[in-house]
């Protein structure tokens, strides 16, 4: 049976990952411009600030930090210190590691990466979960994360067979032990809906039939909710209308298909709920204000150009070999 983080997970489809490493002690700061993909990371020596959106951030050895917002930010000994451009740093190292300070005093290391997303799906993202997740060391689900990251990170830096697999999948596992995370307490979207039973059972009956003809008073029965109190408490809790939400994951599955399938306009009209090509190609305009065939060509073209973007990405990071990347217990 499908659930709605499983299906959101899915449709991210996270690819090419990134590693780098922080080595800093004393006063230092190091700040990243803002960009699409998510962000994560693990502090395994010191502690430090991040600065970002919101009042700082105190990270200590052992924290878990995923960064899904598209905002710059940065991390540092101190909110006053200067900070350097980090991918101005990665550009002239060939190790992926970023030295700071001018001595040893605290020295904190921060190991962290980052993956892209399809380009169709970044505001699907930043619209359902949070922009910052932080996991202290000690939280449930941490040290699972924290193996899963070793995984990670030996694939990203090895040059084994089957990579191109196993790593989306790795990185798949460790979102979903992120977002599920009972520290996870987001002021809005589907993941506080579904800490919620009652909105928790319409999502889980929405999305186990996508294209049955939800109205409102449905999703308000399989919550067990007068439709009115449904709606409000949607409303409240997921940043939008049930008719809203349905819409944008109806679309969102229709981008996928567009994106990644051979399946014709009418094949993917019944896929997402339309009983005909005409009807979904009329809401699909009203979302997008494209057609679908147009829109077919643009995401191909987004996603060909994304593809080369991470390439040259990979290739201004790339890591000879998997000596620097040390296990995150070291």
């Given at each position: 049976?499908?659930?709605?983080?499983?299906?959101?997970?899915?449709?991210?489809?996270?690819?090419?990952?990134?590693?780098?490493?922080?080595?800093?002690?004393?006063?230092?700061?190091?700040?990243?411009?803002?960009?699409?993909?998510?962000?994560?990371?693990?502090?395994?020596?010191?502690?430090?600030?991040?600065?970002?959106?919101?009042?700082?951030?105190?990270?200590?050895?052992?924290?878990?930090?995923?960064?899904?917002?598209?905002?710059?930010?940065?991390?540092?000994?101190?909110?006053?210190?200067?900070?350097?451009?980090?991918?101005?740093?990665?550009?002239?190292?060939?190790?992926?590691?970023?030295?700071?300070?001018?001595?040893?005093?605290?020295?904190?290391?921060?190991?962290?990466?980052?993956?892209?997303?399809?380009?169709?799906?970044?505001?699907?993202?930043?619209?359902?979960?949070?922009?910052?997740?932080?996991?202290?060391?000690?939280?449930?689900?941490?040290?699972?994360?924290?193996?899963?990251?070793?995984?990670?990170?030996?694939?990203?830096?090895?040059?084994?067979?089957?990579?191109?697999?196993?790593?989306?999948?790795?990185?798949?596992?460790?979102?979903?032990?992120?977002?599920?995370?009972?520290?996870?307490?987001?002021?809005?979207?589907?993941?506080?809906?579904?800490?919620?039973?009652?909105?928790?059972?319409?999502?889980?009956?929405?999305?186990?039939?996508?294209?049955?003809?939800?109205?409102?008073?449905?999703?308000?029965?399989?919550?067990?909710?007068?439709?009115?109190?449904f709606a409000a408490r949607f409303a409240e809790q997921v940043g939008t209308t049930p008719v809203a939400y349905v819409?944008?994951?109806?679309?969102?599955?229709?981008?996928?298909?567009?994106?990644?399938?051979?399946?014709?306009?009418?094949?993917?009209?019944?896929?997402?709920?339309?009983?005909?090509?005409?009807?979904?190609?009329?809401?699909?305009?009203?979302?997008?204000?494209?057609?679908?065939?147009?829109?077919?060509?643009?995401?191909?073209?987004?996603?060909?150009?994304?593809?080369?973007?991470?390439?040259?990405?990979?290739?201004?990071?790339?890591?000879?070999?998997?000596?620097?990347?040390?296990?995150?217990?070291?």
């Open positions: 049976m499908s659930d709605p983080l499983t299906d959101l997970v899915g449709l991210l489809r996270p690819r090419t990952v990134l590693w780098k490493r922080i080595d800093a002690a004393g006063e230092w700061a190091v700040g990243f411009t803002a960009a699409h993909g998510v962000k994560f990371g693990v502090l395994t020596r010191g502690n430090c600030l991040l600065l970002a959106d919101g009042p700082p951030l105190r990270l200590n050895a052992g924290d878990f930090l995923l960064l899904c917002g598209p905002a710059p930010f940065r991390f540092a000994s101190g909110p006053d210190v200067r900070p350097v451009e980090g991918e101005a740093l990665l550009a002239e190292v060939s190790d992926n590691v970023i030295r700071l300070g001018s001595n040893t005093d605290d020295p904190v290391r921060l190991i962290g990466g980052a993956f892209l997303l399809e380009p169709a799906d970044h505001d699907l993202l930043h619209h359902l979960v949070p922009d910052r997740i932080h996991l202290p060391g000690t939280a449930d689900g941490t040290a699972r994360i924290a193996r899963l990251l070793d995984l990670i990170g030996d694939e990203a830096t090895a040059d084994r067979p089957g990579a191109a697999f196993v790593l989306p999948r790795l990185v798949e596992v460790m979102l979903v032990e992120a977002l599920r995370s009972e520290r996870v307490t987001p002021p809005r979207g589907m993941l506080r809906a579904l800490r919620d039973p009652n909105l928790g059972a319409a999502l889980l009956a929405f999305h186990a039939d996508v294209r049955h003809p939800w109205t409102v008073a449905e999703l308000a029965t399989a919550a067990h909710l007068s439709r009115t109190v819409l944008a994951w109806r679309m969102a599955l229709a981008k996928d298909a567009l994106t990644h399938s051979d399946q014709t306009i009418e094949e993917i009209a019944r896929t997402v709920g339309y009983g005909s090509a005409s009807a979904f190609s009329n809401a699909f305009h009203r979302f997008t204000g494209s057609r679908p065939g147009r829109d077919r060509r643009l995401l191909h073209a987004a996603g060909e150009a994304a593809g080369e973007s991470a390439t040259s990405m990979v290739n201004r990071h790339a890591t000879p070999n998997a000596g620097w990347m040390p296990s995150r217990r070291g």
